[in-house]
């Protein structure tokens, strides 16, 4: 699995009414699963779900909580972006905590606090001393279902937002992807990047009303799912989810996702950045959505890096030995919907610019053409396999590898069947993905160089 590169974020009246603790034991949850650690599950009647993961944290506990909408899901006209100003007025407090007062409550309890957002979801992530669990609880549940802001702190946060979409500008990453999206999507949210259109959050201080139903919408029990991984009693964590959460009402609103035409034509457009720079080179290709019910996904992982990693003959002859380029990478990003396989290089001469476009050509016929050597396959298998379980070094990062496959598909347990798939891949998988996904009428290129006057 890939990680981004770009950005690289109640109590129920009378008697709790008792749902299974325990998911039925599925294939997954074998001996041959690789996320090591046992994961209990539950869902309350409002519908959030729960995952408690003991993890031998001594002190130490990560609490997360994931709601399933991000930029995908911002699909009026001339509304993007809110997805990610929920990151920040999230922070704004309530009546019980006001905004100081949840501030210095963290600050008492020692605990790092911060949130993300993506295409896909939104992610608030505290770690904390063990002893502070029931104050967490009772702070996050209360946040998430009293939120409080009023419409000068909408546009106060609003226009801080502006600020760090200014800021962001100034770096060249993100004119390019937004730039690359804009071109490869044309009718699918995806189409925007995460920050939003810079039109939209100038208009965005006018949108309170909106903000409201954006909240109303996603930020409900059915969409949100809480993990607590480290040092905690499961005996004494689930009462304390069913105290204060129980009383979350939900709404159950549903969205239809705009979908996206099959791209026929390859796409190109550029960028002219007015400080000296060297050229930019990205390339994105309609690539698969996430999925564990067939191979397409994994197999991209395992193109990816068998065409373009730094064992790859593309990544020795661009980088070791003509050193055209400063670096070569690739990602293949986890998403919902079919998104874009990229792989992005600095190329060092304006002139070499047309001969790496040709070589990463070149390395896809070749990979189009040839079948990979088994022996290669099964060091990739391992090398993806290694790199996840060396990954689970401390409760955070337990918290935020489980709470992205939840974004993904809602389930936990889909950690251990993407892994198996992996495992499933053939040579002759790998070959039919390059084929089928790495075309170039699915493709779409950007290159942002310098603008000389």
């Not at 800021?167 to 730039?179: D, M």
């Not at 065409?307 to 990544?315: D, M, Q, W």
Request: glycine fraction near 6%; aromatic fraction near 12%.
């Amino acid at each position: 699995m890939c990680r981004s590169f770009r950005f690289i974020v109640c109590t129920m009246l009378g008697a709790f009414v008792i749902m299974p603790i325990h998911q039925p034991t599925r294939a997954s949850d074998s001996a041959d699963r690789i996320f090591p650690f046992e994961m209990k599950t539950f869902r309350l009647e409002n519908g959030l779900q729960v995952i408690a993961i003991p993890y031998p944290s001594p002190g130490i506990v990560a609490y997360y909580t994931v709601v399933r909408a991000g930029s995908r899901n911002e699909v009026e006209p001339g509304k993007s972006g809110f997805a990610h100003f929920f990151e920040h007025i999230m922070f704004r407090g309530t009546e019980k905590y006001p905004a100081e007062s949840y501030s210095r409550e963290l600050k008492l309890l020692g605990a790092d606090n911060n949130a993300f957002t993506d295409d896909d979801w939104t992610c608030y992530h505290t770690v904390l001393p063990a002893s502070g669990l029931e104050k967490i609880v009772d702070m996050e549940a209360d946040r998430f279902m009293n939120l409080k802001y009023s419409e000068e702190d909408f546009k106060t946060e609003a226009g801080a937002i502006l600020g760090e979409y200014n800021k962001n500008y100034s770096g060249q990453f993100l004119a390019v992807f937004e730039r690359l999206q804009e071109l490869a999507f044309k009718k699918h949210t995806y189409g925007h990047t995460t920050i939003g259109y810079l039109k939209d959050i100038k208009a965005m201080p006018n949108q309170y009303s909106y903000s409201l139903e954006f909240h109303d919408r996603w930020y409900r029990p059915e969409h949100c799912t809480v993990i607590v991984v480290g040092d905690f009693s499961f005996e004494r964590l689930e009462p304390l989810i069913r105290q204060h959460y129980s009383g979350w009402k939900r709404r159950d609103y549903r969205q239809t996702i705009p979908g996206e035409e099959e791209q026929k034509e390859a796409r190109r457009g550029t960028i002219g950045w007015l400080s000296p720079t060297l050229p930019l080179l990205v390339r994105g290709y309609k690539s698969a959505p996430f999925s564990v019910e067939n191979k397409d996904y994994a197999a991209l992982d395992v193109v990816g890096a068998y065409v373009f990693g730094e064992t790859s003959e593309l990544y020795r002859e661009l980088v070791i030995e003509k050193q055209l380029v400063e670096f070569l990478g690739m990602e293949n990003p986890a998403r919902r919907d079919p998104h874009l396989f990229y792989v992005y290089t600095r190329v060092k001469k304006e002139e070499d610019v047309a001969y790496v476009e040709q070589a990463i050509d070149r390395a896809l016929q070749k990979a189009r053409t040839e079948v990979m050597d088994e022996s290669t396959l099964r060091a990739i298998q391992s090398r993806l396999k290694y790199s996840f379980a060396m990954s689970l070094d401390n409760p955070d990062r337990v918290a935020v590898t489980i709470g992205y496959f939840v974004n993904l598909t809602g389930d936990p347990n889909s950690v251990n069947d993407l892994y198996r798939r992996y495992d499933e891949l053939t040579t002759a998988d790998v070959r039919d993905a390059v084929r089928r996904f790495f075309d170039a009428t699915r493709s779409t290129t950007v290159v942002l160089r310098h603008k000389k006057n």
